[in-house]
């Protein structure tokens, strides 16, 4: 067993060497541009791009040709919704959005505010789920978009998207959903779920880091504004040479977390319990933060009063894992997500978190060392 021990597959996931296999070839042999449309080198990296866009529309049942590829979810994100707003500001200028949003959405969406945007965001409840009567009751005909994660990165919810989808389009506006952390982990259909913009991430699925891609409705009222300007690449969506070898690994690791979603989700769901099972009988007075049951098996974030955050940390050096999100890790920036669900409160009490972020690559051996030095640690720190 190599340590640190890797906890932390909701910042990145390693790569899986089935998808560093079919890139390899984009770096050495097949070096064309994808848009050089006259010989033979130009069509082998647009054939690349091709199966990519198959393979990864298809795990959300959309069709290849509603797939732009971007360098992550944080570009997509942005993309999705500067470029609404660019569209809408002046008609609809609401944004609807939750206060449990990563970063990069939550910025996107008060950036609009300078092209006229107003920006409404509704709390969370104390298990980190939307209440869809909630957005019911904040949605208008001046919402332009209203933008909904699917799975929480640092508490691992899933939020009720078909609930969601159903309001949004009832009420004419576009749903974005950035789905980093669902795309491949949890069973998504567009058409089904009303979903108009979707937002993935090649490293979160032991995909190369760099890549991504946004998924956008074919349907003339789903019209965004042009994120970067040049050539007419990616349907004139997004100018700029793609990169065959990235985008052919996110398709590869696109298309093994759909074939194996089923056991992967299995497995997962066993490391879970099982470290699950041991802190409970270990550690008493421990909280598991966000709902124990619409979640996704890969994360556990656990809360544990009376410890010192900082010295929980220092005491379990070799687990990597981050305690709150990664983003904010390393500063002493506190979560906003928990603070959503804790309230602003939880920053007088001594009360340490931890993010367990567990992985394709975990094994059991790996959760029974964390969950013991876990233990250890909280047990010596309380005493
Ligand atoms: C990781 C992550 C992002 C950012 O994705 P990048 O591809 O690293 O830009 C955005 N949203 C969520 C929920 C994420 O987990």
Redesign the pocket.
Known sequence: MKTPVYLDN???TPLDPRVLEVMMPYFTEKFGNPHSATHKYGWEGEAALDIAREQVASVIAANADEIIFT?????A?NMAIKGVMQVWAQKKPEIITLNTE?K??LASARACERYGAKVTVIPVEANGLLDVKKLEAAISDKTALVSV?A???EIGVIQPLKEIGEIVKAAGAIFHT?A??AFGKIPIDVRDMNVDLL?I????IYGP?GV?ALYKRNHHSVALSRFMDGGAQEREQRAGTQAPALVAGLGKAAAIASNEMLQENGRLYAMMQRFKTQIKSGLNNIIVNGDEDQRIPGNLNISFPDVDNDRLLSNIRDLALSSGSACASGTSDPSHVLEAIKGPDMHDKNEASIRLGIGRFTSDEEIDFAANRIIRAVNSLRA
Not at 71 to 75: H, L, Q, V
Not at 201 to 204: A, D, F, I, L, T
Request: aromatic share 0%; hydrophobic share 25%; proline share 0%.
């Open positions: 909701q910042a990145t360098s992550g979810a944080t570009e994100n990563h990069c959405v994660m799975v929480n990165n950035d980093a952390q937002s991430s090649g490293h979160k880091k991504g």
